[in-house]
């Protein structure tokens, strides 16, 4: 009996590795896109929006909420999260206007979805606008919110 499993799992193992070499177990759907260069690169805000939406619309919108600490005790690790209830989301991106780099995090959603949630922490060298925003239905859904940053949590 301990033979005839051993056999059975040595050829499924076989088969998965033959397979894999094969290139039939590759993740295509998982795999990354190609990733904004030129909006990671940018050292000006308006400029990086420009560059990861393209020329879409760009608008004030209550249904994007962003989490924030208004005062954030250490500029190295401040938590965001980002919340809408737009339908057909495509993507989230978070701008910090006044770091080096100001475009920080982006996220691509598969299939447009009904809401969307992107959480992350981004490092802030100083007291700065965040800026959240949405693509969805063709247009940029943008909301703000300034986060003071801290040395120490004493205020300044």
């Keep these: 009996m301990k033979r005839r499993i051993l056999l059975k799992g040595t050829a499924a193992s076989a088969s998965l590795v033959a397979a894999a070499v094969a290139g039939l177990l590759v993740p295509v759907r998982l795999l990354a896109a190609d990733w904004p260069q030129t909006a990671f690169e940018s050292d000006d805000a308006g400029n990086a929006i420009k560059d990861y939406f393209g020329d879409a619309a760009v608008v004030d919108s209550d249904q994007v909420v962003i989490k924030a600490p208004l005062q954030a ?84």
């Design 73 to 156: 005790e250490n500029g190295a690790v401040v938590p965001i999260k980002v919340t809408t209830t737009l339908a057909n989301v495509e993507s989230i991106a978070i701008i910090v206007e006044k770091n080096p780099i100001p475009f920080v995090a982006s996220l691509d959603v598969l299939s447009g979805a009904s809401g969307a949630l992107f959480s992350t922490r981004v490092k802030m060298g100083q007291t700065s606008p965040v800026t959240c925003l949405v693509k969805a239905g063709g247009k940029v859904h943008r909301a703000s919110q300034v986060v003071k940053v801290t040395v120490g949590g004493c205020g300044g």
